[in-house]
């Protein structure tokens, strides 16, 4: 079946950096396109990051432009989001994500994709 797994996530202080992985199965994940999608208490779905099918184009936020860097490696079915200079306003829940469709890469609500994991909690606090 398939599935996607985050994880990496977790308590890191203000400035500070966290790398988070997404394992992928049950789909042909070289043909998907791949997002990073967080949701915080209280707030809206937001979304963070897209990569291309072979990695060669991204996409960011603005809030995390700079900041975050998103990657991927079709030979592990594994999507990373490198997330340095973290700050308070980073913690949420953050999921990966996969549409074939580049329309629909991009979007904030996960309904509009075809995958997506339960996500891995980053906390930003000092």
Known sequence: QVQLVESGGGLVQPGGSLRLSCAASGF???TYYMNWVRQAPGRGPEWVSAIDTGGRSTRYA???KGRFTISRDNAKNTLYLQMNSLKPEDTAL????????????GSPSLDD???????TQVTVSS
């Open 113 to 119: 994709y075809d995958y997506w994991g339960q996500g």
């Open 28 to 30: 042909t994940f070289k």
């Open 62 to 64: 603005d809030s995390v």
């Open 94 to 105: 953050y999921h990966c994500a996969s549409t074939p469709y580049p329309g629909y890469s």
